[in-house]
C-alpha cells in the first residue's frame, strides 16, 4: 500500500503570508494526487486535482506543484477563510490520505 | 449543481448491520465512479469502497479491514449507491461520506457501541 506523509502537521501564519504544505509518496504516484481543504464542521472541499489543476470555484491564490513522490500546496497570500485543515490524497494506486495539516492564523 | 446526499446513519450495537444511501443529481451518473469515504473521530480519512460503472461491469473494491462486511452497491435508475454493513465493529465510528470525483455529500454519522 502507498503510504503518505504529510508535513507540517500545524501551521501558523499571518494574513498575506505564502504557506506551503507538502506531501511525500512512499512511492511513485505520477501526477494523481488531489489537495482537500476541511473546514470545522464541514466535509472536505477539492481544491487542486492531479497535482496542478484547480477545481471549479476556487480561488487562484491555491496552486499545487510536483510530480512522483513529492507534491506541495501552496496559498500565495494568506487569508482569514482559509483557516481550515488540508488534506492530500493520492489516487494512483488505490486511495490514501495524508493525515492532515492544521492551518492557523497567528 | 451537483449535489452528493447522504442518508442512513445512526447508532447500532456491535455486530449489528446499517444500510447507508446517497442520492445524487447535477452528473452523469450512469457512467461515473463512486466512493464511500469515512473519517474517524480523530480526524483521519479513509476510502472505504469504490464501485465503476455499468461499462466496467460494476467493479468493486474494499479497503482491506471492511472486506467481507461491507458491501457497495448501485441503482442507475435512481442515481445512488448504497453500502451495506454488516457485523459492524466499534472501530467503524466515523463520519461517512459518499464522493463523485471532488464531490462530496455532507456526510452522515456512523457510531457502533453497546
Known amino acids: 500500500d502507498i503510504q503518505m506523509t504529510q508535513s507540517p502537521s500545524f501551521l501558523s501564519a499571518s494574513v498575506g503570508d505564502r504557506v506551503t504544505i507538502n506531501c511525500k509518496a512512499s512511492?511513485?504516484?505520477?501526477?494523481?494526487l488531489d489537495w482537500y481543504q476541511q473546514k470545522l464542521g464541514e466535509a472536505p472541499k477539492l481544491l487542486i486535482y492531479?497535482?496542478?489543476s484547480l477545481h471549479t470555484g476556487i480561488p487562484s491564490r491555491f496552486s499545487g506543484s510536483g510530480s512522483g513522490t513529492d507534491f506541495t500546496l501552496t496559498i500565495s497570500s494568506l487569508q482569514p477563510e482559509d483557516v481550515a485543515t488540508y488534506f492530500c490524497?493520492?489516487?494512483?494506486?488505490?486511495?490514501?490520505f495524508g493525515a492532515g495539516t492544521k492551518l492557523e492564523l497567528k | 449543481e451537483v449535489q452528493v446526499l447522504e442518508s442512513g446513519g445512526g447508532l447500532v450495537q456491535p455486530g449489528n448491520s446499517l444500510k447507508l444511501s446517497c442520492a445524487t443529481s447535477?452528473?452523469?451518473?450512469?457512467?461515473?465512479?463512486m466512493y464511500w469515504y469515512r473519517q474517524f473521530p480523530e480526524k483521519r480519512l479513509e476510502w472505504v469502497a469504490r464501485?465503476?460503472?455499468?461499462?466496467?461491469?460494476?467493479?468493486?473494491d474494499y479497503t482491506e479491514s471492511v472486506k467481507g462486511r461491507f458491501t457497495i452497491s448501485r441503482d442507475d435508475s435512481k442515481s445512488s449507491i448504497y453500502l451495506q454493513m454488516n457485523n459492524l465493529k466499534e472501530e467503524d465510528t466515523a463520519i461517512y461520506y459518499c464522493?463523485?470525483?471532488?464531490?462530496w455529500g455532507q456526510g452522515v454519522m456512523v457510531t457502533v457501541s453497546s
Open positions: 492531479n497535482t496542478n
Open positions: 512511492q511513485n504516484i505520477n501526477k494523481y
Open positions: 464501485i465503476k460503472a455499468k461499462s466496467n461491469n460494476y467493479a468493486t
Open positions: 447535477g452528473f452523469t451518473f450512469s457512467t461515473a465512479w
Open positions: 490524497l493520492q489516487h494512483n494506486s488505490g486511495n490514501t
Open positions: 464522493a463523485w470525483r471532488g464531490y
